[in-house]
């Protein structure tokens, strides 16, 4: 349609890459972010690179160096938290790229390795298995996302995990292979098929167990030196005699389990105990004044 004599049309773009509103808005949007939000993730990336050449190490029948590698990415699993809270360096992708990691690594990892030892002797049997332990993995590990955000936890209940955690049950399932490489008697493969089934129920079972997360914040000044002795002789031992270390370690962890829910079910006693001394309080409203419904002609949303 023509435009009329003397008329003139000045078309103005929606979006000026000359807005300096515009412009600062894109800016603030791409802040620089601060080096201490990446260092935990670095330290997670580095676990998640151990479980996967774990699985590598596996495929090349390198059996001793992926089990090295498996508790090395718990290890760095431990510390990538504790680093970021001690850094004040958490954050919501941090936290997600923790748990895509330990599902790597604490999952399928020790699943494929105990197939690729001894599980793929009992054909689909073993391989049904190891994927029931990686599956029960991910369970765990998107149980704890959801778990750790309700606001109507106790105080206490930061003191332990519902189940096994998943480092810790990478470690615990592997304990056939310890024996093994000890020189311990011949485990039957029926009896590693069991025991990964169990292993695998108690990280998606119920039972509290104790999460060490609270452990260690604060040292007493004569403790100082006993500490730094503990810590050097358990790291010798491990490089040492890594095999034995961990088979022990492993069924005192195992021992230890019935403690947790028994420190769980004390803490539950105490909360009843003081729930039942505090007066019930009355839930009866408060008549409002009279001054405010004697009066007929008030309106009834200010009475």
């Known amino acids: 349609m023509a435009m009329p004599p003397g008329f003139r049309y000045i078309a103005v773009m ?3 890459p000359f807005d300096p509103d515009r412009l600062a808005q894109r800016s603030r949007r791409f802040r620089a972010i601060p080096v201490r939000l990446l260092v935990p993730n670095l330290i997670t990336l580095l676990a998640l690179c151990a ?3 774990s699985i590598r190490l596996a495929f090349e029948n390198k059996l001793e160096w992926a089990l090295a590698a498996i508790v090395f990415a718990a290890a760095l699993d431990g510390l990538d938290g504790r680093i970021a809270r001690l850094i004040k360096g958490q954050s919501r992708f941090g936290a997600e790229l923790d748990s895509l990691a330990d599902f790597v690594n604490f999952g399928c990892a020790p ?13 689909n049997a073993g391989w049904i298995v190891s994927m029931v332990f990686a599956i029960c993995g991910a369970l765990r590990l998107a149980r704890f996302n959801v778990m750790i955000e309700d606001p109507n936890r106790p105080l206490w209940a930061g003191n332990f995990f519902t189940g096994v955690p998943a480092p810790a049950g990478a470690i615990v399932v592997l304990l ?4 093994s490489l000890v020189g311990g008697p011949s485990i039957a493969t029926i009896i590693t098929l069991l025991y990964t089934l169990a292993i695998a129920f108690l990280m998606v079972s119920r039972l509290p167990v ?3 997360k609270r452990v260690g914040k604060r040292v007493e000044p004569e403790m100082v030196l006993p500490v730094f002795v503990l810590v050097v002789s358990f790291f010798a031992l491990l ?9 022990i370690g492993t069924v005192a962890y195992l021992v230890c389990l019935p403690l947790g829910w028994v420190s769980y079910k004390e803490y539950q006693r105490k909360d009843a105990m003081s729930a039942a001394q505090q007066p019930e309080a009355t839930a009866m409203p408060a008549a409002p004044p009279p001054h405010l419904t004697d009066d007929p002609d008030r309106p009834a949303r200010l009475n």
């Open 14 to 16: 929606i979006f000026s």
């Open 51 to 53: 479980g996967l050449t």
């Open 111 to 123: 699943a494929l390795i105990l197939y690729l030892w001894e599980l793929h002797e009992l054909g």
């Open 176 to 179: 056939p292979i310890y024996v």
């Open 210 to 212: 104790f999460s060490g």
């Open 239 to 247: 490089i040492a005699y890594p095999w034995w270390v961990l088979s």
